[in-house]
Structures are given as structure tokens and as C-alpha cells.
């Protein structure tokens, strides 16, 4: 069982930058892939990033690339969304998601365990 726990969301102009956290419960936090993933209103949620359970392996969303940063500190048992040039579609609300697939997976329905969401809102 993980149970994960997102903060750093805000209200921030275009252009500027935020950093995401999510820190996660239980010590098999290694065993877990983990992902990023976002909804925004009247969509449906979608992927932004992945990274595997050593940290060795990263995926991104053709829309993020360049601009976000995952990352994870196993020894910390969190995980970290660094997001740059924000655009104001990045607006929606951020979810943390765990995997007990190893390598990384870019598909929803492989994450079995959510966090609740964090808001980001992007202003132009």
C-alpha cells in the first residue's frame, strides 16, 4: 500500500516556474515506478512524466518536454515535478501516481495508486 500526498501547486503568471513534491507513505516507495499526470477541466486526465523506480529511466509528454524535470529521491521517499516556462494550458490539476511496474509507464490505467491533486494555475 502507498498513499501519496502532492503540494507545491499555485497560481503563477506565464513564463514562471513551479516545483511539485510528492511525498509518499510505506517503505517499498523503490519498488514503484512513478508519474506525473494532469486534468484539466472538461478533459480527460493525461500524462506528463515518468521516471522508474531507480530514478535511471525518464518519460515525457511531447507537450512538457523541455520545460518539466521529474525527479526522485528514494532515500527521502519522494518524487518532484520541476515545471519552467509555464504556459497557461498547463493549467489543471496535478496528480502524483505510483506503479508497481519498475520501468516506467506513460499509460493511467497502469498506476494503481493516486494522490488527490494539487492545482496549478497558469495566468497570461
Known amino acids: 500500500q502507498v498513499q501519496l500526498v502532492e503540494s507545491g501547486g499555485g497560481l503563477v503568471q506565464a513564463g514562471g516556474s513551479l516545483r511539485l513534491s510528492c511525498a509518499a507513505s510505506g517503505r517499498t516507495f523503490s519498488s514503484y515506478s512513478m508519474g506525473w499526470f494532469r486534468q484539466a477541466p472538461g478533459k480527460e486526465r493525461e500524462f506528463v512524466a515518468a521516471?522508474?523506480?531507480?530514478?535511471?529511466?525518464?518519460y515525457y509528454a511531447d507537450s512538457v518536454k523541455g520545460r518539466f524535470t521529474i525527479s526522485r529521491d528514494n532515500a527521502k521517499i519522494t518524487v518532484a515535478l520541476q515545471m519552467n516556462s509555464l504556459k497557461p494550458e498547463d493549467t489543471a490539476v496535478y496528480y502524483c501516481?505510483?506503479?508497481?511496474?519498475?520501468?516506467?509507464?506513460?499509460?493511467?490505467?497502469?498506476?494503481?495508486?493516486w494522490g488527490q491533486g494539487t492545482q496549478v494555475t497558469v495566468s497570461s
Open positions: 501516481a505510483a506503479s508497481s511496474e519498475l520501468y516506467g509507464n506513460l499509460a493511467r490505467l497502469k498506476y494503481e495508486y
Open positions: 521516471i522508474s523506480w531507480s530514478g535511471g529511466r525518464t
